[in-house]
């Protein structure tokens, strides 16, 4: 394994791991900020419940996502001094602002998560939200530094040095937008319907299980308008990768050949050689329409760029694919549960609706199905994304070759890391399977085989 | 490129004014000065994890659990802090030290990772008692490691062997990507931090407890770690002869070398007495002092330089634009940031929660 090689499965496995953690840090903060509204709000003391399992269930969660983020931020200079010492002026601005983020998030969590008992159940609400929007907006700052690197404006360019900087313009670069906003859609998409996957699943063997039922609404409500509004950022993304981006798009729809109405190709085995797909489905014109909304517009296809400069086709197209069909999915179960819910609120009396939720199974099935569905589909966009950007680290500025530390033997840091990470996954996955395992089983969830509650029916609520 | 902007640095007129730049540099250092005081302590609390005994060792354990749950998260933050501030106000400087100390921090980060996690499955991972202690196991060793790594690379920086010009004789991997930091001298620097850092959390630590029993313990803890303190500065001090001349230089030469070796021996002394006295907080404030003047005394020896011999402040900083915007979000956000801090250690450090017992978040 070469060192570039080396390095850059050892960012890709760094950042795939944390992008987990980091998706559950921005979502779950909303769910139980939710839940402890409305024990404030009704005095109902499953929601008090609910709150304190989620947030504990997920404190495990925030410490490893918050040491695997360490990790890339010293991995920026450990791997790419490269494009740090380039780069780092310009760019560096989002980050120094998401070091803020941090700081908010680390100790409005420490203050939600050991501070129940503390302080008045509004100030925890409060420091509940707090963590819900830094976590927020440390995804965005960061983000914004990718989508500079895909679309890099802010400088100019000469003899290879970067001159007249301008961090703010940098900030402001056209793929920041598109790609921030579908982003922190993609973090409340996955875990509401991971979420609503896990109670939906416990709801089939309970179905009148009181507190799953209240957990279900919850997790649908954050996570079903994300997924429904997926696809059209997700589209605003693809227009902005088609005009900024040529080749990650070429890549992405593989796509070989410039032409006007181009189809769209789903799936299919791209052969390199032969300069096109084999056994894909073509779709006339969906290209052109996808990318400029207009059937005859023309799309620049792999020949438009030098042989060297393609990424690799194959697995930005599967890649792409993969996320796509995905989301399709996931937006198609949120409109039928939205479904579902609207006809039998109408159906029934308010009581009611929650109760026929949970007792229609196939909806049921059909979220459990989803219940990874998320994570997968921002493990392919990333993937998609960053992959299709290669060989570029800065795209068409720096490649990713002349980035890389001039140490040798990176394979080592890199086995080490990634054993480091099997390690934790496994850990982490057990340790919230058994989270999982021990949720109140029966409408009498006052049952608790947990011996964490101190002050019993503490806080009523707000009257 | 960034060798020879070292030398624009050396050439700054003698009574100008401070540069933004070297703001800059401050903040950094007090951004490494507010994570030694805090993660420092955090990670000294597991070396008494480690180093826990007598009839209260359960109780010594806990009672740093305690006291590290609410906070370590944002006190790690400043390490962060330190590290965004490098790369984007020193670009040059930030990869060189990561090119030449590509190893030892991999080595810390793992260290970070598993304190971090092993400390986050026990406390919430409610499981078995031997299971805990196993995850005890390895908070604690990696809460003694990870600090003397971290003091190793700030070895090698001062011994001015990770700059361009100063990786010495010899070519070859050794040379350039392990004899900076494996050397004596940097490693006395590792195990000196390890001594701060342990002699920090046994001072704070007689202040989380009401229980007088554990006071003492703690207190002889911090009587044994001060004292390990001044052994090993003194002993990092002598080995610094030859291979680190600038700093050897810098802590017995300068103007400003009298005064500041007085003010740390003033608290050194102080903070033992205090702790002898069981006056706790005066203890903390001097043991706090004595370390960031340790700190502040070894960024000052590098002076002009941020990873000497070649890589000084102003010639390896970012352009204007890039300081001045930070320097505006550091002010923005330090209005928001300290009252938060402030807030969270009032809930969880003030007077009257010392009495609570463990950790408990649920
Ligand atoms: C829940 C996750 C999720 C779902 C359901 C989707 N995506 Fe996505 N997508 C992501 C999660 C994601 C991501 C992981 O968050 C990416 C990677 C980089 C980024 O900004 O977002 C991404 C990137 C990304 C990009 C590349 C942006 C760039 O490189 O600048 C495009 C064009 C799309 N997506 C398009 C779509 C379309 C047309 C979808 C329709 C169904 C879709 N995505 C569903
Ligand atoms: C939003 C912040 C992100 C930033 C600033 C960022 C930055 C980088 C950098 C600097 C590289 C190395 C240079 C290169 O290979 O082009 C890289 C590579 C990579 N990243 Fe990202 N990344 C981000 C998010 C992600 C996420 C969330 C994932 C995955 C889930 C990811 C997956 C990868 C992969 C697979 C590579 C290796 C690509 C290759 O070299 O073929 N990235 N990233
Ligand atoms: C190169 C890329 C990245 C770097 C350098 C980075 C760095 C970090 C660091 C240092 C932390 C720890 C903060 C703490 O101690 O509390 C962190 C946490 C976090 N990051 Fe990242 N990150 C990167 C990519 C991403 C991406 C792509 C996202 C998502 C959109 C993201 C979102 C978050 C969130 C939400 C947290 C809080 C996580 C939690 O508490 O579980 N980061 N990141």
Redesign the pocket.
Known sequence: MSDLLAARSQMGISLAFH?IFALIGIGMPVMMVVAERRWLATGDEIYHELARRWARGTAILFAVGAVSGTVLSFELGLLWPGFMRFAGAVIGMPFSLEGFAFFMEAIFLGIYLYGWDRIPPRAHLLAGVLVAVSGALSGIFV?IV??WM??PTGFELVNGVMTRLDPIAAMRNP?AL???L??L???Y??TGLAVAGIHAFLLLKDPANAFHRRALAIALLVGGP??VL??V???L??R??ARY?TA??AA?EAAFHTERGAPLVLGGWPDLDARTTRYAIRIPYGLSL?AFHDPGAEVKGLDAIPRDQWPNVAAVHWS?DL??????Y??LVALWAAFARWRQGKGEGASGKHKALAENRPLMWALVLATP???L??????M???L??QPWVIYGILRTKDAVTPMPGLVVPFVAFTLLYCFLGVIVALLLYRQIVRSPTVPEWLWRPMPAQREEGRGKGAK | MAANAGAEGRGKGEGSKVTLAEILAGVVVASLNAYVLLAGADFGGGVWDLLASGPRKREQRDLVEHAIGPVWEANHVWLIVAVVLLFTCFPPAFAQLSIRLHIPFSLALFGIVLRGSAFAFRSYGGQRDEVQRRWGRLFAIASLVTPLLLGMAVGAVASGRVGEGGSGKGEGFYAIYVAPWLDPFAFAVGVFALACFAFLAAVYLTLESADPELQNDFRRRGLGAGIAVMVTGIAALALSRGVAPSLQQGLLGSPWASPLHLLTAAAALGGLAALWLRRWRWARIAAAAEVSLILWGWALTQYPYLVPPDFAIDGSAAPTITLALVLGALVLGAVILFPSLYYLFRIFKGRDTETTGTADIA
Do not use: C, Y
Not at chain 1, 323 to 328: D, I, K, R, V
Not at chain 1, 377 to 382: D, I, K, L, P, R
């Open positions: 992008i983000v990718n989508a895909n679309t793929a598109s790609q921030t579908h982003m859609l993609a973090a998409a996955a994300a997924a997926q696809p950022s997700g589209d993304a693809a902005q990768v981006q990650k798009l992405m996808l792409f996320m796509a069909a995905l989301g399709t996931m937006a569905m998320g994570f589909a921002t493990e392919a966009g990333w998609a994304t960053e299709g950007r």
